[in-house]
Nanobody
């Protein structure tokens, strides 16, 4: 099991940018695909982005394609989510998660961070 801690959330104006970080502890970070999910008030938790173990393959939800970029640094045991051109609809609690297989399904992730709040004002 890998322990995950998100950081970098906050308040930003629409059109602005923010970078989230997810620090992982454990000796097998590079064995996990890493995903970002978000949950807005009154909404189900939804998939945002995923990156494979080596970092050479990524996949994004349609709602964030072209605006968000997921990346990882296995040497630092960290996964990132850079968010550009933010819109109010991006407002949510953002979670990082680890899975032994790259997937968009929340049920396939066995480790989760505590979440970090992102609020986009207009």
């Amino acid at each position: 099991q890998v322990q995950l801690v998100e950081s970098g959330g906050g308040l930003v104006q629409a059109g602005g940018s923010l970078r989230l970080s997810c620090a992982a502890s454990g000796r097998t970070f590079s064995s996990y695909a890493m995903g970002w999910f978000r949950q807005a008030p009154g909404k189900e938790r939804e998939f945002v982005a995923v990156i494979n173990r080596s970092g050479d393959s990524t996949y994004y939800a349609d709602s964030v394609k072209g605006r968000f970029t997921i990346s990882r640094d296995n040497a630092k045991n960290t996964v990132y989510l850079r968010m550009d051109s933010l819109i109010p609809e991006d407002t949510a609690v953002y979670y990082c998660a680890a899975s032994l297989s790259g997937t968009t399904l929340t049920s396939r992730y066995n480790s989760w961070g505590q979440g970090t709040q992102v609020t986009v004002s207009s």
